[in-house]
Every structure is written in structure tokens, then in C-alpha cells.
């Protein structure tokens, strides 16, 4: 019979059921292994208490702390036997602030007897607030200096001179996990080593069962160094192998070098341009068209700001696989856009997208659109040109996907906004090709370079980081609704003066405001709740709501309209085309005008609730306004206090245009987990000790020792602890990493 390896033994051998059960549903953790990769937040020193100070509100917190005082109040209660209830107040003190716990009802004895001045303990517990001072009632607790049957016990199990707090639940708290830990740590003895010697040798990392030893029981913070930079580049280095072997098999894949004819389709369209590409579109183009003429597929991410030219960019590449005989799909994650897309390419293209019909150009070919609330008629008609190859182009939603799209000769697909499709759906489209075809995914959210080499680390990178000529730039501004209520009634006025000059302008708001239930509420799903969210309690402002507002007040006699997620296409359709013909002044929407919509006369724009919505949310949003020559405007009204996080995010958004610097503001104020796509499973998240901004150079090195690795031996054959590692990985994750949610 085999033997389970020692870290997969399942904990409910090694802990018994019941503690494994809230192991397993609140934590995710399984096996022996599971849990000693579950790592301490931080480090409690003996000497150093907690900072009481600065408990949020709220959270389940374990603190250090000395009792000052302790005080055993009765008092009546029908409740309690003979009409006398008892109340046990405590004080405890680190120093920085006190905090008081409270104990009822039976569960003041235990306490009244143990927790007495002058004693230290570990407290776990939930902050609340109470008489306006922070409490925590019916804290958990451990002594730190017990009674004497105690005191062997917890002196060896807090026998480092640093005591770990671990991520805890309120059905396990910290110690209970360490005590856990402290069951399974020799186990750790029987790690199999994932890294290379040579790479682990060479980088001085110390060996992985030593890295485990010294996270869960440090001496000195020395310790905890040595741990982290050894855990780090485990994380960093297996994750890297994971896409380096799927770049090394799409390496692979066969595919069709596409080169564009000479004088072709794709020269007619340059000739056609009224204007010169900018050098980034030059040098970006280049990179295309190099991979295009291979012999194995394209995996590129073309990223660039709002407006910085991504879509001429990709149609260039589409033109070039047309000219040499193939046929290009463009991937929209919704129809509105879809339709955007397709209206400005047939525009951008003019008699060139008129193939097969009376006065189309020579080189032309035929543009066609396909989604899934098309009549039955053009749709069929949509799929016969595609089929017999009369369709050059074809431009649609995840509609394209399904099995009954045939195509003649698929050379690209073109995803936009990678972030809305997963790897399943991208892989669906890639098989319609007779061969794997090429494939360029573009983004506007600006993702600094870790990010993407961790989240896209199976596509080469292209950036345009340059705005065409032309742009105007935008100026941003706080409006602090609730300080400075006139603040808002000038918004509105500006937006009456960019309407008197001839322009039009959004107004976007965070919901729809028919009372269902919606997915795309930011508040309900983009951020866990904070106090200040709590303290507000007001639903978000919605679309229908604001509208008529703002029809009967401060925009009265200007032509309102409004575009949410749940109206028909067609009618959003007429809307936007109102809009874009500058028969409507102004647009109250939802983030439905987020990406993709082009409308060169709309320069202001106001964000109600902009609190609300992500940084990189708002940069896109934003992005739709100064896209003419005009200047824009982007008034962003929030009723956040002043000295509140949400408002330093708004004011880092006005302060620049720069998606990048944003994009990193955004990561160091959300944790790494929310970055790679909560496509996770459970709460966890794959990165426990690496982070994505401040281990930059970890990761970019991890990158090309695992390039090199897998170059050498793409099986890892000689590497059984890898193998292990990465089947752990891909399991766990399903490939997650390798899509984004």
C-alpha cells in the first residue's frame, strides 16, 4: 500500500474533523502542505505591543496587550437568575491607546479570574464601536503568562522571540492556527524542493523546508528575511515556469505567415488616411506585422491608453491577414461596442469595406457584423459570408464563438479588452481556424509591466504610450458634494456652457435605479465595503433618478437622454446615434460608455458617486472625453469627507492623465488578489508572500530563469520537484492565472 506524502496528508488525520472542517470552509486549507503555505500577515514582538490606535473598524484583529484595569459590574435583568445580571469590563493597554473588552452573562467568570491587571494576553476579536470608543465584546484570548499547567504549554508554543498573527477567521483565531502549525511543522522536514539547485544556490535562497521553519517560528527578523526572499522566488519562479511552457507550446503550433500583398488592401487603406501614424503606432505595427509573417501564431497584448490609437492599430493587422488571403475576427465584450467597432471601421475603410457591392474599391472586402440579437435573416447572412470567405472582416461578441460560425480561411483574431475574456473562450475562437490563427488581445487598462508579465505572461507586450496629435488634454476636478454643496451647482452651470458652445456632454452614474438587483453595481460587487461606505448607507445614484433631476432642474430646456445595460440594443443603438450626431446634449449613463464609445463633440463629463467606482474605471471613463480638438473636462462629485481613502483615490486621479502611474496607485491601494481576477477559487490567492509592485525585480528575473528552463527541458524531466509544484499550481488554479476573470 502506498504512503500519502506527508504534505498531503488530509488534516483531519492529523487535527481531527472538527477543527479541519473550519480549516477547509473558511480558510481553503486541506492537507499538511495547505497549511503550512498559510503564512503569517505579521509578527508580533514581546516587547512591542500591538497599536491599539490604529485598530480598523470592523475586522476580526488579534492585538498584544496588557490588562490596566479590570471592573465586574451587576446589574438587573429579567433574564439573569435572581434578577441579576453581571457585565465584566476590561481595560487593556499597549502603550499607543487602550481598548475595552466586554464580557456578559455566564462568560464573565473565567475571565474575572485570569484576565487580572498587570497580565499580557493575546486578544482576538471583532472592533466595534461602542459609546463612541472602540471595543471588542467576548474577545477570545491566550495568555501570554498563564497558570502554572499553562504556562509549560504556551511557553512553547510561543517560544520565538516574534509571535505570528495569521489570517484568521472568527471560528479560528490566530494562535489556535499557529498551535495547528506547530502540530504539522515537522512535516515540513519532507518539502520537495521546486526550485533548481543551481538557481537556488546561485541566488543564496535557503533550502524550502528551512524557508517554512522560519516563517511560522522566527528567532530574529533575520529569519523572516531569509523565508520570504526563499518563498517569494518559489511563487515568482513556478508561476513564470507555468507560462513559460505555454509560450514554449504555442511556440509550437503551427500557423500561416500572413504577409500583406504589396500593393493590396492594406496600401489602398494607408493612402486613404488623412492623417501620418504616430511613431508608436509605426514601431507597434512593425512588431505586428514581424510576428504576423511567421510560421507559428502571434500571441501579442497591445496595450495603450484611452485614445491612443489601439483600434487603427489592430484594423492595420486585420487589413494585412485580408491582403494575404485570410480572414480577421474582432472580439467585443458587448454588443454596444460591437456595433461602435464596427460602424468605425466601415467608416475608416469607406469604399474598401464595400467589397462584392457596386462602387467598392477593387482591393475591397465586405465588413460584417455578427451578435446574438440580429434577425435570424442577417444573421444567416452574416455566417454565409463568412463561410464562403466573401468577408474579409468580421466583427462581434462571444456570438462569434458558437459552433454553428464557420469561416472560410481564420488567419487573426483581434480580442478587445482582454480582461472580459478567459482563456476557454479565446482558446474556442483560435480553434475555427484550419490552423491555430494569430492573435493580438488589446487592452486600454494600463497594467505595469509585473502585472503583466504575471497576468498575460503568456503574450509578448506591445505599448502605445503616445496620444495622436490632435488630443486636447483633459482637466480633472473634485467636487466635494456634501462639504461644499455649491461646488455642484457650478458643475452643472459648466455643463450648460459646454452645451452654449456647441458640445455635449456624460453623466454617469453607478446604477440603473429600477430596483433590481444588478450585477454591474460597483458597490455590490468591486469593493468589499469600508466604514465610510457603512457610515453613508444611501444607495448609489442612479441613472433614471439623476435624469429626471436634472431635466426638471439645473438642465432644464437641454435634450437629456439615458443608456443602461438593461435596454434593448436597438433602442441603445438609436441613442448612441443620436448622440454621436449631436442631437442630444447630454447622456446620463452607466459605465456602459466605459469603453469604445467615440464621440469627438462630447467634452465634459461629471461622475456622480465617483467614489464608487475603481481608479482604472475612472481613467477610462474619462478617456471618452477631450477625443476632439476641443479641450475636456471630467468633474468627479463624491460626498466622501475629506480626509477619507476614497477621496485621496479621487485626488490621485485628478492630479494625473498618466494610466500607468495610475494603474500602480490603484495596485498599491487594493491587495495583489484583486488584481489577478477574483476568477480565484475560494479567498485565496496564489501570491501569499510576492507582490506584484515592490518584488518587480523578482519577477522579471524569475521570468527568464523559468524562459531558460523550459527552453532546456520543456517536460522538466530532471526537475520531479517542479513538476510537482506547477501540477499543485495549475490544479489549484485551473489555469486561472492564465485568464483574466
Same mark, same amino acid.
Given at each position: 500500500m502506498d504512503l500519502v506524502p506527508a504534505l498531503e496528508e488530509p488534516l483531519k488525520k492529523v487535527?481531527?474533523?472538527?477543527?479541519?472542517?473550519?480549516?477547509?470552509?473558511?480558510?481553503?486549507?486541506?492537507?499538511?502542505?495547505?497549511?503550512?503555505? =498559510?503564512y503569517p500577515r505579521r509578527y508580533e514582538e514581546r516587547g512591542q505591543l500591538t497599536h491599539l490606535a490604529d485598530l480598523p473598524m470592523d475586522e476580526h484583529v488579534t492585538v498584544v496587550a496588557q490588562v490596566a484595569d479590570a471592573r465586574l459590574h451587576t446589574f438587573a435583568s429579567a433574564r439573569a437568575p435572581r434578577g441579576k445580571g453581571q457585565r465584566l469590563e476590561v481595560t487593556i493597554t499597549d502603550g499607543s491607546g487602550r481598548l475595552q473588552l466586554v464580557f456578559f452573562g455566564a462568560g464573565v467568570h473565567k475571565p474575572h479570574k485570569e484576565l487580572l491587571p498587570g497580565t499580557r494576553a493575546l486578544f482576538a476579536g471583532k472592533v466595534s464601536l461602542f459609546n463612541r470608543r472602540l471595543q471588542l465584546a467576548h474577545p477570545a484570548y491566550e495568555l501570554l503568562r498563564g497558570a502554572e499547567d499553562e504556562a509549560a504549554e504556551t511557553v512553547e508554543s510561543w517560544a520565538g522571540a516574534l509571535i505570528p498573527i495569521y489570517p484568521a477567521t472568527a471560528k479560528l483565531e490566530? +494562535?489556535?492556527?499557529?498551535?495547528?502549525?506547530?502540530?504539522?511543522?515537522?512535516?515540513?522536514?519532507?518539502?520537495?524542493?521546486?526550485?533548481?539547485?543551481?538557481?537556488?544556490?546561485?541566488?543564496?535562497?535557503?533550502?524550502?523546508?528551512?524557508?517554512?521553519?522560519?516563517?511560522?517560528?522566527?528567532?530574529?527578523?533575520?529569519?523572516?528575511?531569509?523565508?520570504?526572499?526563499? #518563498?517569494? +522566488?518559489d511563487e515568482a519562479f513556478v508561476l513564470q515556469v507555468a507560462l513559460a511552457r505555454r509560450r514554449h507550446a504555442d511556440a509550437q503550433l503551427p500557423?500561416?505567415?500572413?504577409?500583406?500583398?504589396?500593393?493590396?488592401?492594406?496600401?489602398?487603406?494607408?493612402?486613404?488616411?488623412?492623417?501620418?501614424?504616430?511613431d508608436g503606432q509605426q514601431k507597434v505595427s512593425k512588431e505586428i506585422f514581424d510576428d504576423l509573417a511567421t510560421d507559428h501564431p502571434m500571441h501579442r497584448l497591445l496595450q495603450g491608453e484611452?485614445?491612443? &490609437?489601439?483600434?487603427?492599430?489592430?484594423?492595420?493587422? !486585420?487589413?494585412?491577414?485580408?491582403?494575404?488571403?485570410?480572414?480577421?475576427?474582432?472580439?467585443?465584450?458587448?454588443?454596444?461596442?460591437?456595433?461602435?467597432?464596427?460602424?468605425?471601421?466601415?467608416? !475608416?475603410?469607406?469604399?474598401?469595406?464595400?467589397?462584392?457591392?457596386?462602387?467598392?474599391?477593387?482591393?475591397a472586402t465586405k465588413v460584417v457584423l455578427l451578435t446574438g440579437s440580429m434577425g435570424t435573416a442577417a444573421r444567416r447572412q452574416a455566417m454565409l459570408d463568412l463561410v464562403t470567405g466573401e468577408a474579409g472582416i468580421v466583427i462581434g461578441t462571444h456570438a462569434l464563438i458558437e459552433d454553428k460560425v464557420q469561416f472560410h480561411d481564420l488567419g487573426l483574431v483581434v480580442v478587445d479588452e482582454q480582461h472580459r475574456f478567459g482563456v476557454e473562450q479565446r482558446d474556442a475562437l483560435r480553434g475555427k481556424g484550419k490552423q491555430p490563427p494569430h492573435l493580438l488581445v488589446m487592452t486600454a487598462t494600463p497594467i505595469p509591466r509585473t502585472v503583466a508579465m504575471t497576468v498575460f505572461g503568456?503574450?509578448?507586450?506591445?505599448?502605445?504610450?503616445?496620444?495622436?496629435?490632435?488630443?486636447?488634454?483633459?482637466?480633472? =476636478?473634485?467636487?466635494?458634494?456634501?462639504?461644499?454643496?455649491?461646488?455642484?451647482?457650478?458643475? +452643472?452651470?459648466?455643463?450648460?456652457?459646454?452645451? $452654449?458652445?456647441?458640445?455635449?456632454?456624460?453623466?454617469?452614474c453607478p446604477r440603473i435605479g429600477d430596483d433590481v438587483d444588478e450585477p454591474g453595481d460597483p458597490k455590490k460587487s468591486a469593493r468589499k465595503k469600508s466604514p465610510e461606505d457603512e457610515a453613508e448607507?444611501?444607495?448609489?445614484?442612479?441613472?433614471?433618478?439623476?435624469?429626471?433631476?436634472?431635466?426638471? &432642474?439645473?438642465?432644464?430646456?437641454?435634450?437629456?437622454?439615458?443608456?443602461?445595460?438593461r435596454m434593448h440594443p436597438d433602442d441603445k443603438d438609436a441613442v448612441m446615434r443620436r448622440f454621436a450626431a449631436g442631437e442630444t446634449h447630454v447622456l446620463v449613463a452607466t459605465t456602459v460608455i466605459e469603453v469604445g464609445v467615440n464621440v469627438p463633440n462630447a467634452t465634459a463629463m461629471v461622475i456622480m458617486d465617483a467614489d464608487r467606482f475603481g481608479v482604472s474605471q475612472l481613467h477610462q471613463l474619462r478617456g471618452r472625453v477631450g477625443r476632439g480638438s476641443a479641450p475636456g473636462l471630467c468633474l468627479l462629485v463624491s460626498e466622501m469627507p475629506e480626509a477619507s481613502p476614497a477621496r485621496q483615490r479621487l485626488n490621485?486621479?485628478?492630479?494625473?492623465?498618466?494610466?500607468? $502611474?495610475?494603474?500602480?496607485?490603484?495596485?498599491?491601494?487594493?491587495?495583489?488578489?484583486?488584481? #489577478? &481576477?477574483?476568477?480565484?477559487?475560494?479567498?485565496?490567492?496564489? #501570491?501569499?508572500v510576492l507582490a506584484v509592485i515592490e518584488d518587480e525585480e523578482i519577477i522579471a528575473e524569475a521570468r527568464e530563469e523559468a524562459t531558460a528552463v523550459v527552453e532546456a527541458d520543456? $517536460? #522538466?524531466?530532471?526537475?520531479?520537484?517542479?513538476?510537482?509544484?506547477?501540477?499543485?499550481?495549475?490544479? $489549484?488554479?485551473?489555469?486561472?492565472?492564465?485568464?483574466?476573470?
Open positions: 487535527l481531527g474533523p472538527a477543527t479541519a472542517k473550519v480549516m477547509a470552509e473558511h480558510l481553503g486549507l486541506h492537507s499538511v502542505g495547505d497549511l503550512l503555505h =498559510h490566530s +494562535w489556535k492556527i499557529g498551535k495547528a502549525i506547530q502540530t504539522v511543522l515537522p512535516s515540513a522536514q519532507e518539502a520537495v524542493d521546486p526550485l533548481p539547485e543551481s538557481l537556488r544556490e546561485g541566488r543564496g535562497l535557503v533550502p524550502l523546508p528551512e524557508a517554512l521553519l522560519k516563517i511560522h517560528r522566527p528567532h530574529t527578523k533575520a529569519d523572516i528575511a531569509d523565508a520570504h526572499a526563499r #518563498l517569494k +522566488w500557423a500561416v505567415p500572413r504577409k500583406p500583398a504589396p500593393d493590396g488592401l492594406l496600401s489602398a487603406f494607408d493612402d486613404r488616411l488623412p492623417f501620418t501614424l504616430t484611452v485614445g491612443s &490609437g489601439k483600434t487603427l492599430v489592430a484594423l492595420r493587422a !486585420m487589413l494585412a491577414v485580408v491582403d494575404a488571403g485570410g480572414q480577421a475576427a474582432m472580439l467585443a465584450p458587448t454588443e454596444v461596442l460591437a456595433q461602435q467597432h464596427h460602424r468605425s471601421i466601415v467608416e !475608416m475603410m469607406g469604399e474598401l469595406a464595400e467589397g462584392g457591392m457596386l462602387g467598392g474599391s477593387e482591393h503568456d503574450l509578448e507586450t506591445s505599448v502605445l504610450d503616445q496620444l495622436p496629435a490632435g488630443r486636447s488634454p483633459i482637466a480633472s =476636478h473634485v467636487v466635494p458634494a456634501a462639504d461644499k454643496p455649491h461646488f455642484l451647482t457650478r458643475a +452643472w452651470e459648466r455643463v450648460r456652457e459646454e452645451v $452654449e458652445n456647441g458640445h455635449q456632454a456624460y453623466v454617469v448607507k444611501r444607495p448609489p445614484l442612479a441613472v433614471l433618478d439623476i435624469a429626471d433631476q436634472l431635466t426638471k &432642474g439645473p438642465l432644464n430646456g437641454l435634450r437629456v437622454e439615458v443608456l443602461h445595460g490621485a486621479v485628478a492630479s494625473t492623465l498618466d494610466g500607468f $502611474e495610475l494603474s500602480r496607485i490603484d495596485l498599491e491601494q487594493r491587495r495583489e488578489g484583486d488584481v #489577478l &481576477g477574483q476568477a480565484q477559487s475560494g479567498a485565496r490567492t496564489s #501570491l501569499r520543456p $517536460e #522538466l524531466t530532471s526537475l520531479p520537484g517542479l513538476r510537482t509544484a506547477l501540477a499543485a499550481l495549475l490544479d $489549484e488554479e485551473r489555469e486561472q492565472y492564465l485568464e483574466k476573470g
